[in-house]
């Protein structure tokens, strides 16, 4: 598609399309912006949404196309558009797609406000790292383009820095901010940023009280990318919202607040039974006000549909029966469990954990949930609780909002065995040159091992078989040892999820 016709931009816009121009953002995936992941969490509050395999996305703020590249290519059916304001970030995006061959996504270079609609439609909107960084008339801009472009049983991903939480990472923006502002080579706002937080973080230890206990909101910065500093910590342009600000934004846009899209942050009777009883008194949005608060978040990935749609109901657990499950991410990375309870345990505690157990064995695969409830109920006791399946329903959806396991309204499309001609995924198999990360098959960023496994990657085109890989890789291998280093490789591989299925 041809770039949007460009107007005047304001002071604001132009200024950010600079900064963007002369520090590129480095994009990489947002798991809960993939359209399958939205779709997740609408049926599971009772909404149903359009087929994502087939959808129309449109991303606003794509960037370099960090996100949308994989999302297209793992959804050869579907159609997107992404559209940014920065030039450079776009023909990065377009680089990044040619490369892959996908005909299947376009970029678009321009202001938002400028996006040529012609009266098209899109059924997934994704807004990521957007609405706390651009002027408020963008962000108005933002709902209009919802309101004007959604399809009427669309769904639109904004994400959107938060109150209260913020208001701590704000002390850090506003010192590093003043000290920065004057300063205009990009290195030298670096350095200096990095120089401010390690004395600010020195001062406040010797202080008593609250100022020690935030002296780590300084230490951050040392380990933050150079243009995460620029764009985020010391960006001109950096606005949290409550979310009942946010909602009330939606609604005069003639949007609704439905859902977050992370499961996690939905409400759980976590509160102890006091404060669950008060918070379950409040309406919906005062709810997730109160939580907010309880929880002092920073972040949100709001979920929006049109007005009219009604706003959903709190997941309930047999929604989740015609679904699959996985282990969060976060479970996986704990390192050194406790060795598994005997099987004669049978517990509450015990069968949890065996469930866990048993969804990080088949990492980064899900399990179809109505095979986990027959298992949970053929491991119970006759007679127990779970051995009804709304029970083990029920466990399964504890399980869910505690951040433990993931639901997927389709399986998680990843291979379970390497092939003989293995392929990796074709985003990752471009990125494991070019970034620190490569993305998986579930749309999530995932670090490969040192240079061999950078070097490898992108040899599992299909072409080759395991005997031509490791005849490949025999130049940066020690003698003999090709082979059986392929093995450990392709095993890593197949578990970080980066192998075609
Ligand atoms: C913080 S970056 C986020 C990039 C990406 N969405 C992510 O989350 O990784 C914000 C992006 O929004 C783009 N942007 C800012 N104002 C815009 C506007 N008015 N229209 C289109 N894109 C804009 C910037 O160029 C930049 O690429």
């Given at each position: 598609?041809?770039?949007?016709?460009?107007?005047?931009?304001?002071?604001?816009?132009?200024?950010?399309?600079?900064?963007?121009?002369?520090?590129?953002?480095?994009?990489?995936?947002?798991?809960?912006?993939?359209?399958?992941?939205?779709?997740?969490?609408?049926?599971?509050?009772?909404?149903?949404?359009?087929?994502?395999?087939?959808?129309?996305?449109?991303?606003?703020?794509?960037?370099?196309?960090?996100?949308?590249?994989?999302?297209?290519?793992?959804?050869?059916?579907?159609?997107?558009?992404?559209?940014?304001?920065?030039?450079?970030?776009?023909?990065?995006?377009?680089?990044?797609?040619g490369?892959?061959?996908?005909?299947?996504?376009?970029?678009i270079?321009?202001?938002?406000?400028?996006l040529?609609?012609s009266?098209?439609?899109?059924d997934?909107?994704?807004?990521?790292?957007?609405?706390?960084?651009?002027?408020?008339?963008?962000r108005?801009?933002?709902f209009?383009?919802?309101?004007?472009?959604?399809?009427?049983?669309?769904?639109?991903?904004?994400?959107?820095?938060?109150?209260?939480?913020?208001?701590?990472?704000?002390?850090?923006?506003?010192?590093?901010?003043?000290q920065?502002?004057?300063?205009?080579?990009?290195?030298?706002?670096?350095?200096?940023?990095?120089?401010?937080?390690?004395?600010?973080?020195?001062?406040?230890?010797?202080?008593?009280?609250?100022?020690?206990?935030?002296?780590?909101?300084?230490?951050?910065?040392?380990?933050?990318?150079?243009?995460?500093?620029?764009?985020?910590?010391?960006?001109?342009?950096?606005?949290?919202?409550?979310?009942?600000?946010?909602?009330?934004?939606?609604?005069?846009?003639?949007?609704?607040?439905?859902?977050?899209?992370?499961?996690?942050?939905?409400?759980?009777?976590?509160?102890?039974?006091?404060?669950?009883?008060?918070?379950?008194?409040?309406?919906?949005?005062?709810?997730?006000?109160?939580?907010?608060?309880?929880?002092?978040?920073?972040?949100?990935?709001?979920?929006?549909?049109?007005?009219?749609?009604?706003?959903?109901?709190?997941?309930?657990?047999?929604r989740?029966?015609?679904?699959?499950?996985?282990?969060?991410?976060s479970?996986?990375?704990?390192?050194?469990?406790?060795p598994?309870?005997?099987?004669?345990?049978?517990?509450?505690?015990?069968?949890?954990?065996?469930?866990?157990?048993?969804?990080?064995a088949?990492?980064?695969?899900?399990?179809?949930?109505?095979?986990?409830?027959?298992?949970?109920?053929?491991?119970?006791?006759?007679?127990?609780?779970?051995?009804?399946?709304?029970?083990?329903?029920?466990?399964?959806?504890?399980?869910?909002?505690?951040?433990?396991?993931?639901?997927?309204?389709?399986?998680?499309?990843?291979?379970?065995?390497?092939?003989?001609?293995?392929?990796?995924?074709?985003?990752?198999?471009?990125?494991?040159?070019?970034?620190?990360?490569?993305?998986?098959?579930?749309?999530?960023?995932?670090?490969?091992?040192?240079?061999?496994?950078?070097?490898?990657?992108?040899?599992?085109?299909?072409?080759?078989?395991r005997?031509?890989i490791?005849?490949?890789?025999?130049?940066?291998?020690?003698?003999?040892?090709?082979?059986?280093?392929?093995?450990?490789?392709l095993?890593?591989?197949?578990?970080?999820?980066?192998?075609?299925?």
């Amino acid at each position: 598609m041809s770039d949007a016709t460009p107007t005047a931009r304001d002071a604001a816009t132009a200024s950010l399309e600079r900064a963007y121009d002369s520090v590129l953002f480095v994009g990489r995936p947002w798991p809960n912006t993939h359209p399958a992941r939205m779709a997740t969490i609408a049926r599971l509050v009772g909404i149903e949404v359009p087929d994502p395999r087939r959808a129309r996305v449109l991303e606003v703020g794509c960037g370099d196309g960090g996100n949308l590249v994989p999302i297209a290519a793992a959804s050869p059916e579907a159609r997107l558009v992404g559209i940014d304001l920065s030039q450079r970030a776009i023909g990065e995006a377009r680089a990044f797609a040619g490369a892959l061959g996908l005909a299947n996504v376009r970029f678009i270079h321009g202001d938002l406000r400028e996006l040529p609609t012609s009266g098209d439609t899109y059924d997934y909107i994704i807004a990521h790292g957007f609405h706390s960084w651009v002027p408020p008339p963008v962000r108005d801009a933002l709902f209009e383009t919802i309101r004007e472009t959604l399809a009427d049983d669309g769904i639109a991903f904004v994400s959107h820095n938060t109150l209260p939480g913020c208001s701590i990472r704000k002390i850090v923006w506003d010192v590093l901010r003043s000290q920065t502002d004057a300063i205009e080579s990009p290195p030298e706002k670096f350095a200096r940023a990095r120089v401010v937080a390690a004395l600010m973080s020195e001062a406040m230890r010797m202080q008593p009280g609250l100022p020690q206990a935030l002296a780590g909101e300084f230490d951050d910065i040392a380990s933050r990318p150079d243009f995460m500093l620029m764009h985020d910590d010391i960006a001109p342009i950096n606005d949290p919202v409550l979310l009942r600000d946010f909602a009330a934004q939606a609604d005069r846009h003639g949007l609704t607040w439905l859902a977050d899209a992370d499961l996690f942050k939905h409400i759980a009777p976590a509160f102890g039974e006091r404060a669950n009883a008060w918070i379950d008194t409040v309406g919906r949005i005062e709810r997730e006000h109160l939580v907010d608060h309880i929880r002092l978040r920073r972040f949100r990935e709001s979920l929006v549909v049109r007005a009219g749609r009604g706003t959903g109901t709190p997941v309930a657990a047999a929604r989740l029966e015609p679904m699959h499950l996985s282990a969060a991410n976060s479970l996986v990375e704990q390192p050194g469990a406790a060795p598994p309870p005997p099987a004669s345990d049978r517990s509450p505690a015990a069968r949890r954990r065996r469930l866990l157990d048993r969804l990080v064995a088949a990492h980064p695969a899900s399990i179809p949930v109505r095979d986990l409830v027959a298992w949970i109920a053929g491991s119970s006791a006759p007679g127990s609780a779970l051995a009804q399946p709304e029970q083990a329903l029920h466990l399964l959806l504890r399980a869910a909002l505690a951040g433990m396991a993931l639901p997927h309204a389709e399986p998680v499309p990843v291979a379970t065995r390497i092939g003989e001609r293995p392929v990796a995924f074709a985003p990752a198999r471009w990125q494991a040159q070019r970034r620190d990360f490569v993305v998986n098959r579930r749309h999530d960023a995932v670090a490969l091992h040192g240079e061999a496994q950078r070097r490898l990657l992108p040899l599992l085109d299909g072409t080759r078989d395991r005997a031509g890989i490791a005849a490949r890789a025999e130049d940066w291998t020690p003698p003999g040892e090709a082979r059986h280093a392929l093995d450990d490789h392709l095993a890593h591989f197949l578990k970080l999820g980066v192998i075609d299925p």
